[in-house]
Each structure stands twice: as C-alpha cells, then as structure tokens.
C-alpha cells in the first residue's frame, strides 16, 4: 500500500462520515418537523374545541339577557362579545402565535439534539 492508497481511503473514509453525518441531520430534521406538525393539529383541535366552548358559552349568555333586555339587544350583546374577543386575538396575534412559531423553528434548526456536528 502506497501513500496514494492511503489518501484514497482516508478521502473515502472522510466522504462516508459526511454522508452519516447528513443523514443523521436529515433523520433530524424529519424528527423535529413530525414534532411541529403534530403540535401545529393540536393546537388546531384544542382551539376548534374551545372556540365552540366559546360559542356555547355566548348562546348561554343571550339566553340568560332575552328576558332582561329582549332578543334583539341580546343577541348584539353576544355580537359584541364575539368582536371583542376578535379584536384581542388580532391584537396579540405576534404573541400568541409568531413568537412561538418562531421559537420552535429556531429550536429546530440552531439547537436540538441529534445535530451537534456542525449542521
């Protein structure tokens, strides 16, 4: 075995551990986004669940106003309640869903374990 032979088995040698190595990123990669998609249908069914828990909630409500104030001033009641709360989630929208999306990809690609080798 020469010195070329060497070169071209530590050059094979170095091309294998860069495949394992991207593999493995890969592998991570794959892992962290099955996390946030599973978190992203959580969090779509808990808020499906506790939007209509909401709309109960406000039916209840104009039930309990019709004989204090009539249907029609009842049901505005709700209507304004509904905007409300509309105009709250719009307002706090960077807080409540941009930071964390943001942190969570942020954790995906710069932290993490699985990934430590340089990518």
Do not use: N, Q, W
């Not at 406000?58 to 309640?81: D, F, K």
């Amino acid at each position: 075995m020469g010195f070329r032979a060497d070169i071209e088995d530590i050059s094979k040698d170095a091309l294998e551990y860069l495949k394992r190595g991207l593999d493995g990123c890969k592998l991570h990669l794959v892992e962290s986004l099955s996390l946030l998609f599973g978190d992203i249908v959580c969090i779509f069914v808990l808020s499906l669940l506790l939007f209509v828990a909401y709309i109960a909630l406000m039916v209840v409500v104009a039930m309990l106003l019709l004989p204090l104030i009539g249907l029609p001033l009842s049901i505005l009641a709700v209507a304004v309640l509904l905007l409300f709360t509309a105009v709250v989630v719009f307002l706090f929208r960077e807080r409540l869903f941009a930071d964390r999306i943001v942190r969570h990809f942020v954790k995906i690609f710069f932290g993490g374990k699985g990934c430590d080798d340089g990518c």
